[in-house]
């Protein structure tokens, strides 16, 4: 019978460990070694991610690309390498680099710390002026992990958040009604729903995220798409992958969790084991 051990304390599989300070025991690396499936929580660190993958053959959720590719400095690198169609950008190597941001980009263009969600350490930058004044705080995320600089899109504040769990996708929009830069959700953005909203838009994103994450194998995340306005015909732009994610645009969290046992069910189903335990 299949062992599928659970170190995530909403998902039942009949066989659920407790991490101790978030660091398995050493009877939590003895109970890896005899599974057949291990389920780690959404916000695993990466030295319990690569244990468990030591151990186990079978780790959800797949966080390889995570842990590869950190940051959005990561993300920039994992884009291009992948050939995923996102916004021009650089990686920033040092302060004096943001300083001649504006003879690689033309006003406005975005800068983005490596790390933050939710438009956390992103700023829009118009002006020569405005590059000045955000140029200690540009140099605080240089040091605390990196920045990227990237190609301002106009997007009349709409952008596309599909949420991947598992092999099942689900997409919606969050838009500034106001049509400001940040449509988060914790900036002022709505959430707006449904197969129906810009349908064409979506199935080209979705498109392209379904050959994504089989080549990269990511099968839990929250990934932000722009779309052009100043293109005729828009194609669906990486703008970011969101690990750890706000669950309203799904519904909230007991909706999430359904949706991801239920990911964690087909999962194990996929793995083609002699029988699974929930």
């Known amino acids: 019978m299949a062992r599928i051990l659970s170190f995530h304390l909403l ?10 300070h978030g660091y398995p025991s050493g009877e ?22 690569s244990l468990a993958r030591t151990y186990c053959r079978h780790v959800f959720p797949d966080y390889e690309a995570r842990f590869a590719y950190p940051g959005k400095t990561g993300q920039s690198r994992l884009f291009a390498e992948y050939e995923a169609p996102s916004p021009r950008q650089v990686v920033l190597e040092n302060i004096a680099q943001y300083d001649d941001a504006s003879t690689i980009f033309s006003y406005p263009f975005v800068v983005k710390g490596a790390w933050g969600g939710e438009g956390n350490n992103v700023l829009l930058i118009s002006s020569r002026q405005e590059l000045m004044a955000s140029r200690d705080r540009v140099d ?12 301002y899109v106009p997007a009349d504040g709409k952008s596309l958040r599909v949420v991947v769990i598992g092999d099942r996708f689900f997409p919606y929009w969050r838009i500034n009604r106001n049509g400001e830069f940040y449509s988060n959700l914790a900036r002022g953005g709505a959430v707006v729903s449904g197969d129906k909203s810009w349908p064409e838009l979506q199935d080209r994103a ?10 990269t194998g990511i099968n839990l995340a929250g990934f932000d798409f722009l779309f052009s306005l100043e293109t005729v015909d828009p194609q669906p732009l990486f703008l970011e992958i969101n690990y750890c994610f706000r669950t309203k645009g799904l519904g909230g969290p007991d909706v999430f969790l359904k949706l991801l046992e239920d990911g964690v069910r087909r999962w194990v189903e996929g793995l083609c084991l002699p029988s699974s335990s929930g």
């Open 11 to 20: 998902i039942e599989t009949g066989w659920n460990r407790v991490l101790t």
């Open 28 to 49: 939590d690396i003895q109970a890896m070694t005899a599974a057949d499936g291990i389920i780690l929580p959404q916000g695993c660190s990466k030295e319990l991610y």
């Open 140 to 151: 605080g995320w240089l040091k605390k992990g990196g920045c990227v600089v990237q190609q």
């Open 206 to 215: 979705l498109e392209k995220l379904r050959s994504f994450c089989r080549a």
